[in-house]
């Protein structure tokens, strides 16, 4: 089945500076990989997907890449401010489940 | 109501007895998804309805576990005999297509003593 590796588990920046996230994924026919983002207490919230047949997307201060060749995908959050501390997750779609990672704890450093 | 919304958000319950979670997704979704986050862990997959069907329950763990749409919109999840390695946060989804974008609940988080 589908298995769906996230790095790294914590991750700190300055604000203002630039935070990424990487995701690999092992199932070829995966063609739908959402980021969600949770706060405290509260459910995750899609921020940004990428489909199988694009290898970027961007929306404001974040961008997404995929590599289908290379089974990864990356998460680019620029000009990190302190609303961006929170976990984030990548998931990964192959044919009717979807598999996420274990997250990755953003903090925002004043 | 605007998103999706679960009901208790707090459950406490004592080993060995029955629980019952709902869900009630945005107006208009037909599809509808639970599932169970551990702490320090992403969301796992338990079940998927297509309008009142169960399309997939591959992820409920085990007998204990059960999961009813009756009309198509609300949903409960349901455990007997709980044990405490139930305890976690159980998350519902809803989507106007199948394993697309989904928008999430608040959870409710089980506490099994």
């Known amino acids: 089945g589908e298995n769906v590796e996230q790095h790294p588990s914590t991750l700190s920046v300055q604000e203002g500076d630039s935070a990424v996230i990487k995701c690999t994924y092992s199932?070829?026919?995966?063609?739908?990989f959402p980021w969600y983002k949770q706060e405290l207490g509260k459910g995750p919230q899609l921020i940004i997907d990428?489909?199988?047949?694009?290898g970027e997307k961007k929306d404001q201060r974040i961008a997404v890449t995929l590599n289908k060749t290379a089974k990864h995908f990356s998460l680019h959050i620029t000009e990190t401010q302190p609303e961006d501390s929170a976990v984030y997750f990548c998931?990964?779609?192959?044919?009717?489940?979807?598999?996420f990672g274990k997250g990755t704890r953003l903090h925002i450093l004043p | 109501g605007a998103g999706v919304s679960q009901t208790p958000s707090n459950k406490v319950t004592e080993k060995g007895k029955y629980v019952e979670l709902r869900c009630d997704p945005i107006?208009?979704?037909?599809?509808l998804y639970w599932y169970r986050q551990s702490l320090g862990q992403g969301p796992e997959f338990l079940i998927y309805?297509?309008?009142?069907?169960?399309?997939?329950d591959s992820g409920l763990p085990n007998d204990r576990f059960f999961a009813v749409r009756p009309e198509g919109s609300v949903s409960t999840l349901k455990i007997q005999r709980t044990e405490r390695g139930d305890s976690a946060v159980y998350l519902c989804?809803?989507?106007?297509?199948?394993?697309?974008?989904?928008?999430f609940g608040p959870g409710t988080r089980l506490t099994v003593l």
């Open positions: 989804a809803s989507s106007l297509a199948d394993w697309n974008e989904q928008f």
């Open positions: 990428i489909r199988s047949n694009v």
């Open positions: 107006s208009g979704h037909t599809a």
């Open positions: 199932d070829s026919a995966s063609n739908y």
């Open positions: 309805f297509q309008g009142t069907g169960a399309a997939d």
């Open positions: 998931a990964a779609t192959p044919y009717d489940k979807i598999i």
